[in-house]
């Protein structure tokens, strides 16, 4: 089993920056491959993120890509979203998942809220 934990959500002005984090169990998050999504009200659950075991790979989403990067601490079993010149249409839930076995995401923390107020 393993266990995913998002924190750094929060209210944050058109054009700021937030970080959040992601820490996940096990004593081989080194070899899982982490990413992020999000979910706005009314709408359908989307990808945001995704980081290798190494770090060595990154993924992003078209809406995303050039504001938001996604990095990852294997000492400290934690990946994170470093968030820039965000935007209103930024705002929604956001989600941590665990890719330990290399079959797609199946462990998923309970999401932390980011608000862009514009």
């Known amino acids: 089993q393993v266990h995913v934990v998002e924190s750094g959500g929060g209210l944050v002005q058109a054009g700021g920056s937030l970080r959040l984090s992601c820490a996940a169990s096990?004593?081989?998050?080194?070899?899982?491959?982490m990413g992020w999504f999000r979910q706005a009200p009314g709408k359908e659950r989307e990808f945001v993120a995704a980081i290798s075991w190494s770090g060595g790979s990154t993924e992003y989403g078209a809406s995303v890509k050039g504001r938001f990067t996604i990095f990852r601490d294997n000492a400290k079993n934690t990946v994170y979203l470093q968030m820039n010149s965000l935007k209103p249409e930024d705002t929604a839930v956001y989600y941590c998942a665990a890719d330990p076995f290399r079959r797609g995401f199946d462990y998923w923390g309970q999401g932390t809220q980011v608000t862009v107020s514009s």
């Open positions: 096990g004593r081989t998050f080194s070899t899982y491959a």
